[in-house]
């Protein structure tokens, strides 16, 4: 199975000020069809999760553009531009290249 | 707009089954992949099984291999999940999410909470 490994685990940020979440992949994530399978998630407090970034870079429709995705080889990078109170909560990389689909274990951003 | 809800969830002992269903509305449902993904209380996301568009097609994570099976009914608009010899293990909320292929999720429902305890 391929193994996401997210860090930093728990993210303390100031509102206004960037953040960056890596997420680094066991073996490549290049599907025989040319693309990358790479997504992320945001998890809010109580809520169901909900994807921001699909294929490594592309933003979801509504997700503001000051969350953009990036990869370098087998490693993989969330960031913020600038932190908002309504980005709290929990982000899972995934990737669904290969099966069986596998998480990150997430990283936690705190206020 | 787009709708996934799920129902099934509940209090089940050891060794027992129950069947998880997930309505979709809002959405040519035949046209869409989908996915179970759980959350144990207090952990992180795991896959559980895909089942393709026509229902031809169904992946499983090995832990649920055997005991779980994955199902769609596309002339009523839902997905279900039959899980059967539960265990403990088993306890967390599963969630339906839809996809435009099997490899992708992009809309997941609220979750119905499955707890397996004697």
């Known amino acids: 199975d391929v193994v996401m490994t997210q860090s930093p685990l728990s993210l303390p940020v100031t509102l206004g000020q960037p953040a960056s979440i890596s997420c680094r992949s066991s073996?490549?994530?290049?599907?025989?069809?040319?693309?990358?399978?790479l997504n992320w998630f945001h998890q809010r407090p109580g809520q169901s999760p909900r994807r921001l970034i699909y294929?490594?870079?592309n933003r979801d429709s509504g997700v503001p553009d000051r969350f953009s995705g990036s990869e370098s080889g087998t490693d993989f990078t969330l960031k913020i531009s600038r932190v908002e109170a309504e980005d709290v909560g929990v982000y899972y990389c995934?990737?669904?290249?290969?099966?069986?689909?596998?998480f990150g274990q997430g990283t936690r951003l705190e206020i | 707009e787009v709708q996934l809800l799920e129902s099934g969830g509940g209090l089940v002992q050891p060794g027992g089954s129950l069947r998880l269903s997930c309505a979709a509305s809002?959405?040519?449902?035949?046209?869409?992949?989908m996915t179970w993904v759980r959350q144990a209380p207090g952990k992180g996301l795991q896959w559980v099984s895909s089942?393709?568009?026509?229902?031809?097609?169904?992946y499983y994570a090995d832990s649920v291999k055997g005991r779980l099976t994955i199902s769609r009914d596309n002339s009523k608009d839902t997905l279900y999940l039959q899980m059967n010899t539960l265990r403990a293990e088993d306890t967390a909320v599963y969630y339906c999410?839809?996809?435009?292929?099997?490899?992708?999720?992009?809309?997941w429902g609220q979750g119905t909470l499955v707890t397996v305890s004697s």
């Open positions: 294929k490594v870079s």
């Open positions: 809002g959405l040519t449902f035949s046209t869409y992949a």
């Open positions: 089942i393709s568009d026509s229902g031809a097609n169904t």
């Open positions: 073996q490549s994530l290049v599907h025989s069809d040319g693309n990358t399978y």
């Open positions: 995934m990737q669904g290249t290969h099966w069986p689909l596998t």
């Open positions: 999410a839809k996809g435009g292929q099997l490899r992708e999720i992009d809309y």
